[in-house]
Structure formats: C-alpha cells, structure tokens
C-alpha cells in the first residue's frame, strides 16, 4: 500500500509551493515591467496598434461594401438619417413656438377701408 503523507508533510510541501510561487511571481514581475518600460516594447506596441486599425479599416470598408451590395443601410446612412430627424424635430418645436406665441397675442385691428369714407348711421334712440 502507498503511504499518505502526514499533515505536517502537507503543510510542508504547500509552504514550500508558495515560497517557490513568491519567488517566481517575484521575478517574472520585475523582467515584465523592465520590458514594459522599454523602448523596444513602445514600438512593438505601436506596430500592433496600427496593424490592428488597418485590420480594422478593412474589414469595416468590407463590411459597407457588403451592405450596400445588398441595399442594407450602413451605421453611417442610419446616424446620418437620425440627424436629419432631430433637426426635423427641432425645426417642428420650432414652429409650435411660433404657432403659440401667436395665439397669445391679441388679434390685430381690422385694416381701415381705402377709398370714400363712409357716413355714420344714426343710432336709434330707445
């Protein structure tokens, strides 16, 4: 039969694992922020960056090519549409102020008559 360690043995071999982690995780920190630093690391950096946006510019000019292929509106035509709503929104308020305003005010007098003035009737006594 094999023989199980005793539990003195076992916190033995974990102190043992943490200190060989602490160790490790000690080391591997400090080359890590050594490289991170670096200036070799910046451009590498730099490199992925622009690499990643031409990746990107693609398949972004891809994916429009695609929609319009299909007839399918773009991200672009729908904020452009939801533009064109908002000033259409903005000109409507626009307008209802206007309209509201003029029903505030009182209404203005009847233009006077051109041409002969016209005589008075009398008024009736009662």
């Not at 050594?34 to 690391?41: D, R």
């Not at 590498?44 to 622009?50: K, S, T």
């Not at 398949?59 to 399918?72: C, G, P, R």
């Amino acid at each position: 039969m094999s023989e199980r360690p005793e539990p003195n043995e076992q916190k033995d071999l974990y102190a043992l694992w943490r200190q060989l982690y602490d160790a490790n995780e000690k080391v591997w920190s400090q080359a890590t922020g050594e490289f991170m630093e670096s200036q070799a690391f910046a451009q590498w950096q730099g490199r992925m960056l622009e690499t990643f946006l031409a990746f990107q510019k693609t398949w972004k000019d891809s994916a429009t090519a695609q929609l319009q292929a299909a007839n399918i509106p773009t991200r672009d035509d729908i904020a452009r549409l939801g533009e064109l709503i908002l000033g259409l929104e903005e000109k409507i308020d626009q307008l209802a102020d206007r309209v509201g305003a003029a029903d505030r005010r009182p209404p203005p007098p009847p233009p006077r008559p051109r041409g002969k003035p016209q005589k008075s009737s009398p008024r009736r006594a009662r």
